[in-house]
């Protein structure tokens, strides 16, 4: 079982920056790939960036160079920080295990919109 709180989103500018975070349990995040989804009104939820135990990251194309996720994991924490956020960026935020399960457990996520 594992145990996901998101928190950090908000409303921001385009251009603007916010940083989210996600306390995951501690029974299984240091195991695993951790990753950040989000997931647009009317489409599809999708990975944006993941990160290995180690620190290996990747991210989506659509984000490269904007986005940086890390992770902490004497914390239990993994990170977004979002630069240079686009109207495209709108969408719930949720952070899970890379690959996900399925029938898996999800939080809440943190609802992320970036409007004029």
């Known amino acids: 079982q594992v145990q996901l709180v998101e928190s950090g989103g908000g409303l921001v500018q385009p251009g603007g920056f916010l940083k989210l975070s996600c306390a995951a349990s501690g029974t299984v995040f240091s195991i695993l790939t951790m990753g950040w989804y989000r997931q647009a009104p009317g489409k599809q939820r999708e990975l944006v960036a993941s990160?290995?135990?180690?620190?290996?990251?990747n991210y989506v194309d659509a984000v490269k160079g904007r986005f940086t996720i890390s992770r902490d994991n004497a914390k239990n924490m993994v990170y977004l920080q979002m630069n240079s956020l686009k109207p495209e960026d709108t969408a719930v935020y949720y952070c899970?295990?890379?690959?996900?399960?399925?029938?898996?457990?999800w939080g809440q996520g943190t609802q992320v919109t970036v409007s004029s």
């Open positions: 899970n295990r890379f690959p996900y399960l399925t029938g898996g457990y």
């Open positions: 990160i290995t135990r180690g620190g290996r990251t």
